[in-house]
């Protein structure tokens, strides 16, 4: 149940963040998701 054009901010990719981000995803909760990271190669993968 995606919810159209809501957009969600995930800073910090470490554990929890990915974490976060991968159940925002698996769940449809958002349209945008946006990975926040010091670390770039964090973010990209």
Same mark, same amino acid.
Request: aromatic share 4%; net charge positive.
């Given at each position: 149940?995606? =919810?159209?054009?809501?957009? #969600?901010?995930?800073?910090? @990719? *470490?554990?929890?963040?990915?974490? =976060?981000?991968?159940?925002? #995803?698996?769940?449809?909760? @958002? *349209?945008?998701?946006?990975?926040?990271?010091?670390?770039?190669?964090?973010?990209?993968?």
């Amino acid at each position: 149940m995606a =919810l159209g054009r809501t957009k #969600v901010a995930v800073i910090g @990719c *470490g554990s929890v963040g990915s974490t =976060l981000a991968y159940n925002i #995803v698996s769940n449809q909760l @958002c *349209g945008e998701l946006l990975l926040i990271d010091v670390n770039k190669k964090k973010v990209w993968a």
